[in-house]
């Protein structure tokens, strides 16, 4: 089962809810646990552990310049930009190129070959029987989030649950997470704000056919337009988190919730069969 956990906005305890869940599950099985927020990676300060990294690369155009005729076909073919035929050169450039390969196969001269560039690392770690952290970390100044996110995906693709912790937001990062869930888990606050980016992340999840459930943090016990946003969308309220002072210490001192006060683990439990049931499966 793939399970991600996303949010509209930042800060609305995305991370707690997906660290806390597969703390919980790995007590009783296998649970990958993968950080596509690639530009911030931060489940590791949760989880330290020593781990093993690789690079994340993507294949871009090279140009023989010497076999060359300047013809001009693969600038006219790169929809992004990422070629510009001079006459007596081609400049590329790498931040522009979504590696689609087409350049290379227009190319009258055989004169353009692929070279991997590196965009990012993958760290793979086991902090605890039972759990396996994969984090995406994106290179400084890379815009290519997207490939690092689904490298990471596929390399967590095996485990019997995955949990997915988004970036937050709604843009291609995150639907790039998004993509092939079984279920989604949209954590929010009770906040005008709140409101407004939980509207947002429903709608890009009922887009890509992923069933929601809603989690919502930090509540004051106000939740009256949230629950009545939820009643409308017919969107099932999983659980709630108080606002409590001893639980925001716990998460900012890099502890777990459910590590420190284990009686917690029975709502993440509850809450993990609700997502099953999401996904049509009972229990
Ligand atoms: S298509 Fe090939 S020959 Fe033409 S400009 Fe590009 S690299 Fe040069
Ligand atoms: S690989 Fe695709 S995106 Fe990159 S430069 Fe070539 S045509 Fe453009």
Redesign the pocket.
């Given at each position: 089962m793939k399970l991600a956990v996303a949010s509209g906005k930042g800060g609305t305890g995305k991370s707690m809810m997906a660290t806390n869940l597969a703390f919980t599950l790995a007590w009783t099985g296998q649970v990958t646990l993968v950080d596509c927020d690639v530009e911030e990676p931060n489940l590791h300060l949760f989880f330290p552990a020593p781990a093993t990294t690789r690079d994340v690369t993507m294949p871009?155009?090279v140009v023989n310049e010497s076999l060359c005729d300047h013809c001009g076909k693969?600038g006219k073919?790169?929809q992004?930009g990422?070629?510009t035929v001079l006459p007596d050169r081609v400049l590329?450039f790498p931040e522009l190129?979504?590696?689609?390969?087409?350049?290379?196969l227009v190319c009258p001269k055989n004169a353009i070959r692929e070279e991997p560039k590196k965009i990012g690392t993958l760290s793979t770690s086991a902090p605890m029987p039972g759990l396996t952290l994969v984090s995406g970390t994106l290179d400084e100044g890379s815009p290519h989030a997207v490939p690092v996110i689904r490298d990471a995906k596929k390399h967590a693709a095996r485990g019997p649950v995955v949990i997915l912790d988004t970036a937050p937001g709604t843009s291609c990062p995150v639907v790039e997470a998004l993509e092939g869930c079984d279920a989604c888990i949209l954590v929010t606050e009770s906040t005008p704000f709140g409101l407004h980016d939980l509207q947002l992340a429903v709608d890009v999840a009922a887009r890509l056919g992923i069933p929601a459930g809603i989690v919502i943090n930090r509540s004051d016990g106000n939740d009256r337009e949230t629950l009545r946003f939820c009643t409308d969308h017919d969107l099932e309220v999983m659980m709630t988190v108080p606002f409590d002072r001893e639980i925001a210490a716990i998460q900012s001192r890099g502890d777990l919730l459910c590590r420190v006060k284990p009686e917690w683990q029975k709502d993440f439990w509850a809450l993990f069969a609700k997502c099953r049931a999401l996904t049509g499966v009972d229990g």
């Open positions: 871009v155009p693969c073919f790169c992004y990422a070629l590329f190129c979504h590696s689609c390969g087409g350049c290379r």
